[in-house]
């Protein structure tokens, strides 16, 4: 793998793993009953194939955010971060 595209890679887990964090203090904070330890947070499937297979590339993640899915206990639902990793949608489903 050449240093550029493992450099990309890095940042992209990043990424993935800041935002994804993001949206797991989002569903503590708008769920207080579920502890932080409960709370599953998963890329979206169909995203997280995109990025392995290279079709999704940093500069789209810096331009269109990421989609996780999350659960707790019996309730899910879906999370969306803008390209700065903010927050922008928590959907309880």
Do not use: H
Request: aromatic residues 6%.
């Amino acid at each position: 793998m050449p240093a550029a595209q493992a450099d990309e890679d890095a940042k992209i887990n990043a990424r993935i793993e800041a935002w994804g964090r993001s949206c797991k203090n989002a569903v503590a904070a708008k769920y207080p009953k579920a502890a932080m330890a409960d709370i599953r947070i998963e890329l979206g499937a169909t995203l997280k194939q995109s990025i392995d297979a290279g079709e999704t590339t940093l500069k789209d993640i810096n331009k269109d955010g990421l989609s996780y899915n999350w659960s707790f206990k019996k309730s899910s639902g879906y999370c969306n971060t803008d390209g700065s990793g903010n927050v922008t949608e928590l959907v309880k489903q």
